[in-house]
């Protein structure tokens, strides 16, 4: 090619990178800025306090208590989602097991089904499961007592003891449909014979799913991971709309804690260092989930 | 079953002696055995069908009922149908104006999304110059950072624009905030159309502008809407931009003015109508879902096979 390239790039490259620099780029790298700063945006006066604002974050027990929070949603909600997700995705494709290795039947009415939950807002959830766990007109309280078990009756969301798995519960499933269809369409790609030479050997449903559908997946699965942990760590509008981190803190996570910081004490400088440590954590968690499920990739056919 | 005697060295004694234990007793226990496990298989998938189901057909069937019935009894079926709950939700839950807001804002940020988005993805994909791995990184690299980091800046550099509390600014954002992903999936996409059509094109005499915009644009189809679908339900459901960036409540986007009604219903007790915005809220995204299913799983679950 010419010269005549670069009336291209500069046409096709410059104004989305404007927009990108000026709407995303630019507020990310301030907020590292701010974050060693005392502003609190009132006026555009504000102090310089180097790192103060890290030593604090270091002593604030309600930081310490949605870290918490965001830790047992790190190891609970990519757990549960894929697992749940893997075996209604066996049942679903290789689940039909009368002769031939199927799907049962009515897979694709199954799937659209599941998948439906993707295509609501978190605001739309949110509100729904609010009302779900109302203790008084909610739908889960009156399924309890129509079946007779009272006694399990719960304030849901009110309990402090309770609301943060009432949370996680609903994470689980929102996110379950996405997976069983991202795992189902993996499994297409293996190869028929495999699971047929297993059926043949008398493999039990549960040594096929570990010992075949899990190590031929696990480039999905690790992808289901990642992805899973980052929705953990990042989990606050759902948190926002359902509790505000209540009751008393016990829902607490990091982002809401960025975001009461921020705009409801108006401590910018403060919100923003939070923010910051938020950031390098969800990084190294990443990083870390990569390394350890990193395993030697198996090449089918 | 000569597969019986053939030594499996992976195989466990344990898991060899169940194996002889079970398949023993001839084929018709075996048809037994897979017969109550296809019951069970089938049992779990309508368990977690119903727990999906449920909770979206109670909230459409509250939606028909009174506030009594509501309150009194959330599992019986509404006494008749109530249409003037979703009048209600439309007009005085200000529904309706969201719904109007959400659509001139989507509009607005698809078209630019998609367009922003398909030319950096194809200078970046099919231009060889110095930068291009950087400016690739740059936009790429904005998918790992969560959106809550950026929040007060963000609220300055819209305010200092003049655009706090409008819809134009919420369309330049959405579609700031959705060129990491467009850029890296059809950067990917571009990179996998034949340079033959292209050379030909070239040859042929077609400037670069007409290139791309007649004969690669048109062969990206597929890329463009799998991605398109991505945007449109993603800026369609967005909830915590709005939240930050609009203030002024005849502006709110249908999700940010959902979760205000579900606050404003806590102190007036108006149930029907939070139902009735609620249903209003997931339908029409459930039906298109219903219509489009291959495609739009097809285009979500695609940029996570990556």
Known sequence: MKHGKWPLLATFLLPPLALYAYFVLSPYAQTFVISTTDWHGLSRNYNVVGLDNFKKLWNDEHVWNALLHNLWLLLLLPVVTILIGLFLATMLNVGGRSGRITGVRGSSFYKLV???????????????????????????????????????????????????????????????????????????????????????????????????????????????????????????ALVQIMTRGGPSFSTDVIGERVYDVSFGDSQFGYGSAIGVVMFFLTLSITVVALQLTRRERIELS | MSTLTSSDPARTPAAEEAVTTRRAPAKDKRSFVDGTLNVFSHGFLLVWGLLTVLPLLWAVLSAFKSDNEILTDPWGLPGKLRWDNFTRAWTHGHIGQYFVNTGIVLVGSLTLTMLLGATAAYALARYQFWGNRIVYFAFVGGMMFPVVLAFVPLFFVVRDAGMLDTLPGLMLVYTAYSLPFTVFFLTAFFRTLPTAVSEAALIDGCGPFRLFFRVMLPMAKPGLISVGIFNFLAHWNQYLLPVVLLKDENKYVLAQGLAALAVSEGYRGDYSRLFAGLTLAMLPVLVVYAVFQRQIQAGLTAGQMK
Not at chain 1, 129 to 153: F, H
Not at chain 1, 199 to 207: E, H, N, P, Q, V
Request: glycine content about 6%; hydrophobic content about 60%; proline content about 4%.
């Open chain 1, 114 to 236: 599941y998948f439906s939950p993707q295509m609501l807002s978190v605001a739309v959830i949110g509100v729904l499961w609010t009302e779900v766990y109302n203790p008084r007109s909610g739908l889960l309280n009156a399924a309890l007592r129509a079946i007779g078990l009272d006694g399990l009756a719960q304030i849901w969301l009110g309990d402090p003891d309770v609301a943060l798995w009432a949370i996680v519960a609903v994470m689980v499933w929102a996110n379950v449909g996405f997976y069983v269809v991202l795992f189902g369409a993996a499994m297409q790609s293996v190869p028929k014979d495999i699971y047929e030479a297993a059926a043949l050997d008398g493999a039990s449903r549960f040594a096929t799913m570990f010992k075949i559908t899990v190590p031929l997946l696990w480039d999905t699965i690790q992808v289901a991971w990642v992805y899973l942990a980052i929705i953990a760590m990042d989990s606050f």
